[in-house]
Each structure stands twice: as C-alpha cells, then as structure tokens.
C-alpha cells in the first residue's frame, strides 16, 4: 500500500522504482522509507534537509502506534505525524516523493502552530514512548538534538547548503528553526503549568 497526503505526489523515478519493487516482492521487507523533495514559496528544494516517510508498506507486516493525543489543546483535524511500526526489514528507495503545498503561508504556519502543540504535548506526556517507538532511526536522532531551533538552521542553511536554493532555502530555514522554537517552549510552558498544578 501507498500512502501520500493530499499535497504530494509520485515522480515517473519513483512509480517504475515501486515497479520494480512490487514485481521482486522480497517478503523479508515490511515497508519502505522514500524521502520528500520540499517545494517552498514556489521553488523545488535543490538542497537542504531531506525527510524520509514509509509511504509503500505491507499491510501484513506494519501496524500504527497508539497515541494518547485527543486532549492537545489546539490540534482540531490535524493529524499526527506518525510513522508505521515494521514487523520486518525497512528498505530505502532511491525516487521521491515531491510534496508541493498549494495553501498560502498563513495556513502553512496556522499548521505549524497546531503541529507544535501535538510535537509538545507527547514530548512531556504518557504518549511520547509510543510515538518515539514508531520514529524512524533517523527521527530519533533529530528528536535528540540539543539547541534544536539553532540546529537546525545552521544544518539547512549551511551543512545542506539552503543557500543554493536563493530566498527560498533562507525563508525555508527560518520557518522551521521557529517552529522547533515553538515546540520548546510550549513544552516549558507545560512542563511549568504540571508543577504548578501539583
């Protein structure tokens, strides 16, 4: 099964790469990882940083974690960003996925807000082991990194070289360096209003 959100689609690389895969059918693999290509204020990232998503899985083989989130206080029809669980090996395929959001900058960022509040709310709550559980290797890594905001900018913009990519890779940089901001320290505030509250 293939999985994509609304905003993405499948390069011509990617279906004859799924082609290929489907018609050797190795049963040991339970999913495959395939990274995004970003398209940000109408330009395709050359660069920058690359996520990678288990988008072709075998039903038999991968199941959904669990996750006590329905009380996060402003997440409405978001939904979480969960990885599958593998019951098997996880591949890696060489085609993308290009994920093109046609939606202003204000939903982008009203997203973004919503989204921090979930990324804060399972950081400090009962439901962070499940969805660490479920994270790629690769995610957990990121999850670990200390100074993130800062991180992740100086790993965007310069160690990815966002800069080839013109006003784009720095705007795409900053957004994000923000958004890592806004889950630390919506999960500050909740970890002060829990020792308040005891």
Do not use: C
């Not at 190795?26 to 050359?46: C, R, V």
């Not at 509040?117 to 200390?146: C, F, K, L, M, N």
Request: hydrophobic share 40%; no cysteine; net charge positive.
């Amino acid at each position: 099964m293939l999985y994509l959100d609304a905003d993405e689609a499948v390069t011509p690389d990617l279906a004859a790469e799924i082609s290929r895969v489907m018609a050797a059918d190795d049963a040991s693999i339970g999913a495959y990882e395939i990274e995004l290509d970003y398209s940000f204020l109408g330009h395709k990232a050359q660069v920058r940083h690359r996520v990678a998503k288990r988008a072709l899985v075998r039903r038999s083989r991968t199941t959904w974690p669990i996750v006590d989130d329905l009380d996060v206080t402003s997440m409405w029809e978001v939904e979480g960003h969960y990885q599958p669980i593998v019951h098997g090996r996880v591949g890696a395929l060489r085609g993308r996925i290009i994920h093109d959001d046609p939606d202003p900058l204000f939903d982008y960022f009203a997203r973004h807000n919503r989204y921090s509040d979930w990324e804060a709310h399972v950081q400090v709550g009962e439901a962070r082991s499940a969805v660490d559980s479920a994270r790629t290797i690769r995610g957990r890594r990121y999850a670990r990194v200390p100074f993130k905001p800062l991180a992740f900018f100086l790993y965007s913009y310069l160690a990815r070289q966002g800069f080839r990519d013109g006003g784009a890779g720095f705007h795409y940089a900053v957004a994000h360096a923000f958004y890592y901001w806004q889950i630390g320290v919506k999960k500050a505030e909740q970890l002060t209003s829990s020792a308040r509250s005891r």
